[in-house]
DNA sequence: ATTTAAAAAGGACATTTGTCCGACGCCAAA
DNA sequence: TTTGGCGTCGGACAAATGTCCTTTTTAAAT
C-alpha cells in the first residue's frame, strides 16, 4: 500500500547529486497538489524524499481507483520514460511532498551509462510488479473483511493518515462498503 | 489479456541465438504441464517462442487467480532473477508449448553487457506494469457485464479458446457469475 | 455403440455490495 | 457566532454475486 524504496534514494542522495550539475532539481509540493497530470506528456522522471504521494487513474465513468501510495524513494514517470507514452496515472501530494525531478533525457541518458543505476531501475519494476501481482490476486481472491483486516495489520495507523474514501478507492469499492466492515470488524 | 512481445522474440531469433553457443536451450511442453512452480527457485528465465501459458497464483483458501495468458515473445521468471527471490506465479501451458530457456546466470550476464537486450527488457517491465495496472483500475471500477464485453470486443474467439473456469480466474469471479453474465449479454 | 468423466449451463436461495439518503460533528470563512 | 462545506457514519432497500445443487452437453475411452 504505501511502497518505498530506500536503496533508490540512497543512491541518488549519496552520488548521483554530487555529479549531476542542475540535472536534478529538488522540488516540494502542497498537499493536493497534482504533480503529474493523467494522459499527459511526461518530461521529468520524480523520485521522493519525504512525504505521501497517492497515485490514481480515473476511469471514463468518472471512478477514481488508486494504484498505490508511493513513500520515500519511490519513483515514478519512469514508465512514461521509458515506454515513451503519455502518463496514465494521476499523482497527487497527500502530505507536503519533496521530490527529485529528473529531465526524462538525463534519466535515460543515465540508464544507459550507469550500470547501478540501470540494476536500481530495473529492480525497482521488477518488485513494482511482483507487489501488484500479489496484491491484486489477494484483492480478488478474498472477501472484502480479509483484505480491510489484511490492511489494517500492515498498516496499523491507516484509518488516521488516510481518509476512508481513498481507502475504499484503492480497494475498488465504495465508502458505504467499507463503514459497513470497518463495523463488524470492531465488533469482532 | 494474451501477452505478447514480438520485438523481444525477433532480437532473441535474429542476434542472440547465433552467439549463445549452448547457453539458449529450445524446449517443448505438453498442454497442462507446469512449466514453473509457486515458490520455487528459479534458475531460468524463459521467452515463449509459440504457444499459450497461463500464468496464476493459487491463494491460502484455494483460489486460483490468473494474472495473465502468455503469447508469443513474452518473458517469465525475469522478475525472479532480478530480484533474486522464490516464484510467486505458476506457469501452465493451455497449449503445446514452445519455450527458449536461458539461465539465469546467463540471462544477468547479458542484462550487464548487451544494452539492446537490457532495453528491450526494461521495455518489457515497463509496459507489463502500465498493462496491468490499467486491467486492474477497469475491472475494479467497472461492472463484470462491462468486463466481459470488454474482454469478448478484444478477443472474439475468447470463448472457443480458453475454458470459462481459466476466463472466471482471471475475473477473480466464480463460473456461475460468468454464466449469467454471458447469458444477459447474448440476450442484449 | 456404450460408458464415463469433465465441462457447460442454469434454478433457487443466501450473502455481499451498491445506491440513495439523512444525521452528526468538525473546521474554516464570513 | 454563525454558516456552509466536507468527511464520517449508518438505515433501508435494490442489485450484483456467491453457494449449492441438478441437468445437459461434450468429448474421450472402452
Known amino acids: 500500500m504505501i511502497r518505498k524504496n530506500a536503496n533508490l534514494l540512497h ?14 532539481e529538488s522540488c516540494q509540493y ?14 521529468s522522471v520524480f523520485i521522493i524524499k519525504s ?23 519511490e519513483i515514478f514517470g519512469e514508465l512514461e520514460a521509458i515506454n515513451e507514452k503519455l502518463s496514465f496515472c494521476c499523482i497527487e501530494a497527500v502530505n507536503t511532498l519533496e521530490v527529485y525531478k529528473i529531465e526524462t533525457t538525463y534519466f535515460k541518458e ?3 551509462t550507469d550500470t547501478t543505476f540501470n540494476s536500481l531501475i530495473l529492480k525497482a519494476l521488477a518488485n513494482k510488479l511482483n507487489y501488484t501481482a500479489v496484491r491484486h490476486a489477494y ?4 472477501t472484502l473483511e480479509d483484505n480491510v483486516k489484511r490492511l489494517m495489520e500492515h498498516y496499523p495507523n491507516l484509518i488516521q493518515e488516510i481518509a476512508k474514501q481513498d481507502i475504499a478507492n484503492y ?14 470488524i470492531a465488533q469482532d
Open 51 to 73: 512525504g505521501l504521494a497517492k497515485c490514481y487513474l480515473t476511469e471514463d465513468n468518472g471512478v477514481e481507483f488508486i494504484q498505490e501510495f508511493f513513500g520515500e524513494g
Open 139 to 142: 484483492n480478488q481472491s478474498h
Open 110 to 112: 543515465l540508464l544507459e
Open 11 to 24: 543512491y541518488i542522495t549519496k552520488h548521483l547529486l554530487q555529479h549531476s550539475e542542475g540535472t536534478i
Open 171 to 184: 480497494l475498488g469499492i465504495n465508502v458505504r462498503s467499507l463503514h459497513r466492515v470497518l463495523k463488524t
Open 30 to 43: 502542497a498537499p493536493r497538489t497534482v504533480v503529474l497530470g493523467q494522459k499527459k506528456r511526461v518530461s
